[in-house]
């Protein structure tokens, strides 16, 4: 179990979010809806004793410009770091979601709906983003603040309170989140 607080965000509502295409390691901006939601995270951490703790953020943009928005006047200096990138999806990066259930729709019935993720032709799979995650909780010594994706921030939850990553549909989600982790539970601040 990983020692440290941790406040997980996910990134707000993106353009590609809204139509439900897989961004994956592909982009898209954050609509004014996601806008919206890293300005509410702002004022949720705002009202939190941050001092001392890191801030990273996943270096692509959705991410990352999140974080300048929440972290706006609460982080002096932002750090990127590639293992806080979002799962990556293969051949399934920008395509419609709906277009991969239309040939696959076993991967997103019942237990099965996150299956996708670990079976994306070409893609990383839940093995790889969990080596990532673990390498970045090992070598994270302090209280931190981590601006992510929705796939990455599951995995992350997993990692940090020694539950199996194939427990990640369990876990909650949503655009524009945070969650808190300590010691060994988690909350969400809304």
């Known amino acids: 179990m990983f020692p440290h607080e941790l406040l997980i965000l996910r990134h707000g509502q993106t353009t590609w979010n809204a139509v439900d295409r897989m961004q994956g390691r592909l982009n898209s901006p954050l609509t004014e809806l996601g806008r919206a939601q890293a300005a509410r ?7 939190l004793d941050l001092t001392g703790w890191a801030t990273y953020a996943s270096p692509q943009g959705r991410a990352f410009h999140t974080a300048g928005i929440a972290l706006a ?4 200096h932002i750090r990127t770091d590639d293992r806080l990138c979002e799962i990556d999806v293969g051949a399934w990066n920008g395509v419609l979601r709906s277009e991969v259930k239309a040939t696959r729709p076993e991967l997103f019935e019942g237990d099965a709906a996150f299956d996708w993720y670990d079976q994306a032709p070409g893609g990383e799979g839940y093995a790889g983003l969990e080596a990532r995650c673990r390498s970045f909780l090992d070598t994270l010594h302090c209280n931190a603040v981590l601006v992510t994706h929705g796939i990455t921030s599951r995995v992350l939850r997993c990692v940090a309170t020694g539950n199996p990553v ?8 949503g655009q524009g989140n945070i969650y808190h982790f300590r010691a060994g539970q988690i909350s969400e601040l809304t």
């Open 41 to 47: 995270q702002g004022e949720i951490l705002a009202g």
């Open 73 to 76: 006047g609460l982080s002096d």
């Open 166 to 173: 194939k427990d990640l549909a369990l876990l909650p989600g």
